[in-house]
Structure formats: structure tokens, C-alpha cells
């Protein structure tokens, strides 16, 4: 089993930046790849960026050039830096896992991740 709390949602104002971190826990080898989804109104959940155990990293082309990702291993954090905020990037943000050494490029289908944190909300105003 795998743990997952995010934390560092908050409301700002676009053009703003956000960082968000997910503290994991519980089998190592079930959260290798480490996933950024969001879930904004009136959308499916979108995977933003994704990181696996080596480092390896990917961010989705709808946040590319204002979102980064990265990831702590000695401190089993995951973290996600967001730049230049804008108000479509409302939602909730969640972490999720899964075993896999390599989570892909640009695209992550949320029914690959058996894991998942309770979310923690990002709001942007105009």
C-alpha cells in the first residue's frame, strides 16, 4: 500500500506562482512513478506532470514552460512548482503512483495509477 498527502494548495492570482508538495509513503516499489493530475471544473482529470525514481521527468504540453517537476527521494516528496499562473489552472491537484520504472511522456492515463492522494485545491483569479 502507498500513502500520498499533497499539501500547498492555495488561492493566488494569475500570473502568480504555487508550489505543491505530495509526501508519500508505504511500499517503495509501488510508487516509482510519481503523477501530478488535476482536476478542473468541467473537465476529466488530466495528468500535469510526472516524475519517475530515476528523475526521469515529463510535463503534459497544456503547462509546459510554466510547470515543473521533481522529486526528493531521501524525503519520499514529490513536488510541483507552477509559474505564471492562469485561471483554467483551477482545480484539484492530486498525487498519484505507480510501480512502474518509467511513467511516460506527455500522457497519463488516470486509470493506470492505483494510488492516489485526497487532493489539495488551487484557485486563480483574474
Known amino acids: 500500500q502507498v500513502q500520498l498527502v499533497e499539501s500547498g494548495g492555495a488561492s493566488v492570482h494569475a500570473g502568480e506562482s504555487l508550489s505543491l508538495s505530495c509526501a508519500a509513503s508505504?511500499?517503495?516499489?509501488?510508487?516509482?512513478?510519481l503523477v501530478w493530475f488535476r482536476q478542473t471544473p468541467g473537465k476529466k482529470r488530466e495528468g500535469v506532470a510526472a516524475?519517475?525514481?530515476?528523475?526521469?521527468?515529463s510535463v503534459a504540453p497544456v503547462v509546459k514552460g510554466r510547470f515543473a517537476i521533481s522529486r526528493d527521494n531521501t524525503r519520499d516528496m514529490v513536488f510541483l512548482d507552477m509559474n505564471n499562473l492562469r485561471p483554467e489552472d483551477t482545480g484539484t491537484y492530486y498525487c498519484?503512483?505507480?510501480?512502474?520504472?518509467?511513467?511516460?511522456?506527455?500522457?497519463?492515463?488516470?486509470?493506470?495509477?492505483?494510488?492516489w492522494g485526497q487532493g489539495t485545491q488551487v484557485t486563480v483569479s483574474s
Open positions: 508505504g511500499d517503495t516499489a509501488s510508487r516509482r512513478c
Open positions: 498519484a503512483a505507480n510501480s512502474w520504472q518509467r511513467c511516460g511522456d506527455n500522457y497519463w492515463p488516470p486509470g493506470n495509477f492505483p494510488f
Open positions: 516524475i519517475d525514481v530515476d528523475g526521469r521527468n
